[in-house]
């Protein structure tokens, strides 16, 4: 799996909040006249990644981009983190944040379920919890359960599912 970049994510997040599968800049910029987040998105996108002619023409037939991208003047993804500690631009610091987030989540993820992991083997020899009662009375699949409890493979199973099985062997 590539990791996310920011542009990735920036075209991405434009998708979600256009509610097109497109990459047109163009229907982005028609539709971000009446909608806050995705003019926001999109500045960054236009001032960080786009080519300055293709700039130009979107921003003299959507005037409204204009000081959006006037304000983020100077900003590239070299800057982007001390640029945007600036108090007025914390529209644009709420989107860059939400791409740290988004890259950064599944590490995240793999640190929650190690603790559950490390609590789950102490409860369950603690009460002879077997893998096998684990997964038969929670309806789970043995490999990816038995390769999360033998091995640590964090890999093997969801936030959700590492959340299940620490509920029943804290309830068994």
Do not use: H
């Not at 786009?50 to 204009?66: I, P, Q, V």
């Not at 038969?136 to 969801?158: A, C, I, R």
């Amino acid at each position: 799996m590539r990791e996310l970049t920011f542009k990735g994510y920036l075209l991405s997040q434009l998708q979600e909040l256009s509610g097109f599968n497109s990459t047109s800049l163009y229907t982005f910029s028609q539709l971000a006249r009446n909608n806050a987040r995705l003019k926001d998105v999109l500045s960054l996108y236009l001032v960080m990644y786009t080519e300055e002619n293709l700039r130009s023409k979107l921003l003299k037939k959507f005037d409204y981009l204009n000081s959006s991208c006037v304000k983020l003047n100077g900003l590239n993804y070299n800057n982007v983190e001390t640029y945007l500690q600036n108090d007025s631009l914390s529209e644009y610091k709420t989107v860059y944040n939400n791409f740290l987030y988004q890259r950064n989540r599944k590490e995240q993820e793999d640190k929650l379920k190690m603790m559950m992991y490390k609590r789950i083997s102490e409860v369950k020899q603690a009460k002879c919890v077997t893998n096998y009662r684990i997964y038969k009375e929670l309806n789970l699949n043995p490999g990816n359960v038995n390769s999360f409890l033998k091995n640590e493979d964090t890999s093997k199973v969801s936030v959700d599912t590492a959340r299940k099985i620490l509920a029943f062997v804290n309830n068994y």
